[in-house]
């Protein structure tokens, strides 16, 4: 069994980011790019930018399972990326409004049960 400290390490913890340009010319075409992002915000994803959704995973394990359900819904047309990132990788993002850096979001501690 885990103890708690390895549980929760910087280097299990994942983030999972979808970027993603979908075509949005046709009526068609906007309802697959809005279908796709509903489907991401109902798995658990936050919009970080219009294109960019990201979502906190405590283990690597689980970071593969949101993987493969993206993997799933992806839309006929377009691009779309799919990055796995430790939390310590994600500590080291840099983020700015205008010019002014914005601290980040600390990630909320989620409770498993078994």
Known sequence: MLSNTNRFNAYRIMWVLV????????????????????????????????????????????????????KSILPKHGKVCILEITDKQFEKMELFHGVKPIDIPQPVQQLELF
Do not use: W
Not at 33 to 53: C, E, N, P, V, W
């Open 19 to 70: 970027f993603f340009d979908l075509p949005t010319e046709t009526k068609k075409e906007r309802r697959a790019a809005s279908l796709f992002r509903k489907k991401l915000i109902d798995d658990g994803f936050t919009m970080f930018q219009f294109s960019i959704y990201l979502r906190h995973c405590p283990s690597r394990e689980n970071a593969k399972v949101h993987t493969k359900r993206v």
